[in-house]
């Protein structure tokens, strides 16, 4: 009930294209979904986050879509760019921030 | 820089040592975590303080390993008797008490056990 499931485990897109990443958890008491980006040599970095409440979100180039009832949620990059190819993690937690699972990731290539 | 800072960056030890890092969070933060995360997987959950409180141990926290954080500020994470398996990044977050739940990580220190 604690896993997060994170696909595809690889992703190349041309530039200017939409790259598309999906997860699906299983603990409905999860009430928080973040989205990571994480370059090489670095910690990951909170992108982008959705509360269940909302079917929605976005902010700039990055979507998240949220499907309360099949418990799936999506990040979706619009006109990505090179400068985009990092690995991406979903996670699951609680709006308190204790204890988010991570998602195994996607390594997104972007070719210019 | 008011970021989260993890020392060292890099270790290299040989099996049976003994190694400790550290981690320095955004003051303001009254959490703190630790993750291990392994080559291409997701960051793994190992143990959560608030303040000096350390109020959550993961499975994977066996016991070869203990985390500290005195006066609720930096926190260290000691490995007793280091094997191969505990070849790993191991990384350090904060997060405020209140807010929206998002973590800020460190750059991690990369454990070589060999």
């Known amino acids: 009930q604690q896993q997060v499931k994170q696909s595809p485990q690889s992703l190349i897109v041309q530039k200017g294209g939409i790259s598309i990443i999906n997860c699906a958890y299983e603990n409905t008491a999860f009430d928080y979904f973040p989205w990571y980006q994480q370059f090489p040599g670095k910690g990951p970095a909170l992108l982008i986050a959705?509360?269940?409440?909302?079917s929605e979100k976005k902010e700039g180039r990055f979507t998240i879509s949220f499907n309360k009832s099949a418990k799936q949620f999506s990040l979706h990059i619009m006109d990505s760019q090179p400068g985009d190819s990092a690995t991406y993690f979903c996670?699951?937690?609680?709006?308190?921030?204790?204890?988010?699972?991570f998602g195994a990731g996607t390594r997104l290539f972007v070719k210019a | 820089d008011t970021g989260v800072s993890q020392n060292p960056r890099h270790k290299i030890t040989k099996r049976g040592q003994n190694v400790t890092f550290r981690c320095d969070p955004i003051s303001e933060h009254n959490r703190l975590y630790w993750y291990r995360q392994t080559l291409g997987q997701g960051p793994e959950f190992l143990t959560y303080?608030?303040?000096?409180?350390?109020?959550?141990k993961s499975r994977l926290l066996s016991d070869r390993f203990s985390a500290e954080r005195p006066k609720g500020s930096f926190s260290t994470l000691e490995i007793q008797r280091t094997e191969q398996g505990d070849s790993a990044m191991y990384l350090c977050?904060?997060?405020?008490?209140?807010?929206?739940?998002?973590?800020?990580f460190g750059s991690g220190t990369r454990l070589t056990v060999v």
């Open positions: 303080f608030q303040n000096e409180a350390q109020l959550e």
């Open positions: 959705i509360r269940p409440d909302v």
């Open positions: 977050a904060s997060s405020p008490t209140q807010g929206v739940g998002g973590y800020t």
């Open positions: 996670a699951a937690g609680h709006t308190g921030g204790f204890k988010t699972i």
